[in-house]
Antibody
Framework: QLQLQESGPGLVKPSETLSLTCSVS??????????WGWIRQPPGKGLEWIGS???????YYKSSLKSRVTISVDTSNNHFSLHVNSVTAADTAMYYC???????????WGQGILVTVSA | QSALTQPPSASGSPGQSVTISCTGT?????????VSWYQHHPGKAPKLMIY???KRPSGVPDRFSGSKSGNTASLTVSGLQAEDEADYYC??????????FGTGTRVTVL
């Protein structure tokens, strides 16, 4: 059974970079149908797709976040990462990593990690 | 890419049915048969309930069903049970390698 686990700092200062890692266990990250993504949920709000990456490293980002977001993958160590620069309070959210099937739906999710942007 | 529109809340008594709508545009919901639905209990990871508009992953009860008409997709939960009380989100491929979620609906079992 595939398992995903987010890790990283729970507190980030405004204007700095938020960096999270998702460790994947129980299976390979490499498959024609496997995409890996990040999704967030600000307090009291809905889910927001941030972006996804194919195991080859091809990335896809939500247009409004594209200028600040970088997603990378390390298949040899079974993890992928999220970097969001120049963060503000609006980036405070529960961040989930997930596996997407053929990009079109998300079938495995991590438990989530709360990241607060505050001085 | 704007969020898909869902009603903020829906409710029903045990055993009844509840239907949640998810309205998008011809660029997302209406343009592809790639709508998915997720159940989210607070504090837990969201769970895939429906994909490709109507398909259920293994292990999801057949009380959950999906449909679509034009730019609006729907999730119906039949025979409501206490454990169905949760937030539900729709999602859709939005074209051009984009994905969009709905605004979310809180389902309450009365």
């Amino acid at each position: 059974q595939l398992q995903l686990q987010e890790s990283g700092p729970g507190l980030v200062k405004p204007s700095e970079t938020l960096s999270l890692t998702c460790s994947v266990s129980g299976g390979s990250m490499i498959s024609d149908n496997y995409y890996w993504g990040w999704i967030r949920q600000p307090p009291g709000k809905g889910l927001e797709w941030i972006g996804s990456i194919y195991y080859t490293g091809t990335t896809y980002y939500k247009s409004s976040l594209k200028s600040r977001v970088t997603i990378s993958v390390d298949t040899s160590n079974n993890h992928f990462s999220l970097h969001v620069n120049s963060v503000t309070a609006a980036d405070t959210a529960m961040y989930y990593c997930a596996k997407l099937h053929s990009f079109f739906w998300t079938d495995y999710w991590g438990q989530g990690i709360l990241v607060t942007v505050s001085a | 890419q704007s969020a898909l529109t869902q009603p903020p809340s829906a409710s029903g008594s045990p055993g009844q049915s509840v239907t949640i709508s998810c309205t998008g545009t011809s660029s997302d919901v209406g343009g592809y048969n790639l709508v998915s639905w997720y159940q989210h209990h607070p504090g837990k990871a969201p769970k895939l309930m429906i994909y490709d508009v109507t398909k259920r992953p293994s292990g999801v009860p057949d009380r959950f069903s999906g449909s679509k008409s034009g730019n609006t997709a729907s999730l119906t939960v039949s025979g409501l049970q206490a454990e169905d009380e949760a937030d539900y989100y729709c999602g859709s491929y939005g074209g051009s390698n984009n994905f969009v979620f709905g605004t979310g609906t809180r389902v309450t079992v009365l």
